[in-house]
Every structure is written in C-alpha cells, then in structure tokens.
C-alpha cells in the first residue's frame, strides 16, 4: 500500500510539472479549450490529459507535426488547430489512394475526414498523406513530431507490419524528431502475439522502435491507471470509452443485460506513453 501511494504521489509530481510546462504555451491552452472540441472530447481530459502528455512529449511550436491513423479525431481537434496557432504543419495518414484494391467505403472514410478539417481558420491546411499495406513509404526526414496513440496493437495482428510501419515512420522523421506512443499497456511479461487484450507491454514497443532505429529518451505515468486490471471479458474495449459488451470484431448486437458498472468504474485503461528521437 505504501509503495502504491508513493507512486501515486510521484506521478501527480510529475503531472503538475508537466501541466506547469504547457501552461507555457499559450498556442496549446487555446488549442485544447478550443470550441472545435466538443464537450465529450474536453470530458475526456480528465484521464487523456493532452496538456501534460504533449509537455512530457516535448512538442514545440511551429512543429511539423503526423498523426498515424487518426481514428476519430480526438488528438487531431487539438494538433491541427496548434499547429495553426503557432506556424506548424498538421499532416495525417490517410486511406491509400493509389491502391487498385481501396475500397469505397475507405475513400469515403477519407473524404468524410477531410471535409471534417477542411476550415483552414480553425485547422489550417490539414494534409494527408497516404497510408496502408502496400503504401508508399512516408516522405522521409520530414516532420518534428509524429504521434502514434493506440495504434501499435492493430498493427501486431499482421504478420511484418509492425516493423514495417514502425520503419516507415522513423524514416519519416527528422534527425532529432520526436515519435510519441499512447498504448494500452500489458503487464510485464510474455507478450501475446494475437494481442487479443489489447494490451502491449512496454517491454515489447521499446524493443521494436529501438529495432527501427529509435531511442527511447523518455517514459512516463502520466496515463498510468492503477485500477485497471486488464483481465476484461472483451479486453480493453470492455473499458470506457468503447465500452463493448461483445467480443472484438464480433457482429453480434450488444448485450443489454451486461453490468457495466465495474468497468465503468475503471474508467479508461492503463497506458503506457513514451518518448523516442531519432
């Protein structure tokens, strides 16, 4: 018990040092309180903290900033309209256009991305980059700062695509960028190989970024959280904010009857955030 409350001392210590860095920059605060994010978005900064996670990562204004896989947009409401505010580049990946085999729903996905950040005063020139399995390597040496959150465990599930994503990124970074990982952190040990948790282990991302010739300069508890377990029926997406009540992938239609309130309690999961340079 001592022990836990000490690390929970320290890395309140080390989110208020962090919180106080990007109180600094005035372009950030702006971004994050920004009316582009919506009320949910903001809801969940209590346990995302994007201030503190971006100081611990060290962006810096006019960065030239990627987003790998942007998803629903959550980090992207704040790095576009930064970058912005303080004379950067926000570029994310997107659906690869010269593949012969892209679906419609895919070029859609894209389109329907684009429209979403197509108001430059609030944005600026979002740019997308094109991104898949038989994609083009990302135009190398080009940005300061490339962010991969919860992204690295889809990636395991395809034999070589890891190593080849994780290649292409570093490729893509400048000398002296930064690579920011979020992810779904395992406990320490064996890693699962079919990740069906959801879960990676520290142990597992630094050795396959260090592979692709990154240095792990920084790791941090900011996004730690205690209270997850991670033994979860349907493994992290049982957890806020998914919140799935069937197995990952499944077509089955939600189970009504689930009680929810134990993983609801949890909040969101346990995560790993680390700093890599090139």
Same mark, same amino acid.
């Given at each position: 018990?001592?022990?836990?409350?000490?690390?929970?001392?320290?890395?309140?210590?080390?989110?208020?040092?962090?919180?106080?860095?990007?109180?600094?920059?005035a372009?950030?605060?702006?971004?994050?309180?920004?009316?582009?994010?919506?009320?949910?978005?903001?809801?969940?900064?209590?346990?995302?903290?994007?201030?503190?996670?971006?100081?611990?990562?060290?962006?810096?204004?006019?960065?030239?900033i990627?987003?790998?896989?942007?998803?629903?947009?959550?980090?992207?409401?704040?790095?576009?309209?930064?970058a912005?505010?303080?004379?950067?580049?926000?570029?994310?990946?997107?659906?690869?256009?010269?593949?012969?085999?892209?679906?419609?729903?895919?070029?859609?996905?894209?389109?329907?991305?684009?429209?979403?950040?197509?108001?430059?005063?609030?944005?600026?020139?979002?740019?997308?980059?094109?991104?898949?399995?038989?994609?083009?390597?990302?135009?190398?040496?080009?940005y300061?700062?490339?962010?991969?959150?919860?992204?690295? !465990?889809?990636?395991?599930?395809?034999?070589?695509?890891?190593?080849r994503?994780?290649?292409?990124?570093?490729?893509?970074?400048?000398?002296?960028?930064?690579?920011?990982?979020?992810? !779904?952190?395992?406990?320490?040990?064996?890693?699962?190989?079919?990740?069906?948790?959801?879960?990676?282990?520290?142990?597992?991302?630094?050795?396959?970024?260090?592979?692709?010739?990154?240095?792990?300069?920084?790791?941090?508890?900011?996004?730690?959280?205690?209270?997850?377990?991670?033994? !979860?029926?349907?493994?992290?997406?049982?957890?806020?904010?998914?919140?799935?009540t069937v197995?990952?992938?499944?077509?089955?239609?939600?189970?009504?009857?689930?009680?929810?309130?134990?993983?609801?309690?949890?909040?969101?999961?346990?995560?790993?955030?680390?700093?890599?340079?090139?």
């Open positions: 018990m001592k022990k836990v409350l000490m690390m929970t001392m320290a890395a309140a210590g080390l989110m208020a040092t962090f919180a106080l860095a990007a109180a600094g920059d372009a950030l605060k702006q971004a994050v309180a920004g009316e582009q994010r919506s009320v949910d978005d903001k809801v969940r900064d209590a346990e995302r903290r994007p201030l503190e996670s971006l100081a611990f990562w060290g962006l810096k204004s006019g960065s030239s990627l987003e790998v896989q942007p998803g629903g947009g959550w980090w992207s409401r704040i790095l576009a309209p930064y912005a505010l303080s004379g950067g580049r926000y570029t994310a990946t997107a659906a690869d256009l010269n593949n012969p085999s892209l679906s419609e729903a895919a070029r859609k996905g894209r389109a329907d991305f684009a429209a979403r950040y197509a108001n430059e005063k609030i944005f600026g020139k979002v740019e997308l980059v094109n991104w898949g399995p038989v994609a083009a390597p990302l135009p190398q040496n080009s300061d700062f490339i962010l991969l959150s919860r992204v690295i !465990h889809g990636w395991m599930r395809t034999e070589g695509l890891l190593e994503n994780l290649v292409s990124v570093a490729g893509s970074l400048k000398p002296g960028g930064v690579l920011a990982v979020e992810q !779904h952190r395992a406990n320490p040990g064996v890693q699962d190989p079919k990740v069906e948790s959801g879960y990676v282990t520290e142990a597992f991302v630094i050795e396959a970024a260090q592979r692709a010739g990154l240095r792990l300069v920084g790791r941090s508890e900011i996004n730690a959280n205690a209270k997850d377990t991670k033994d !979860h029926p349907f493994g992290v997406w049982t957890l806020p904010p998914t919140r799935t197995p990952y992938g499944s077509n089955r239609a939600p189970d009504p009857t689930f009680d929810r309130s134990k993983y609801d309690a949890i909040g969101e999961s346990d995560r790993m955030t680390l700093r890599f340079i090139k």
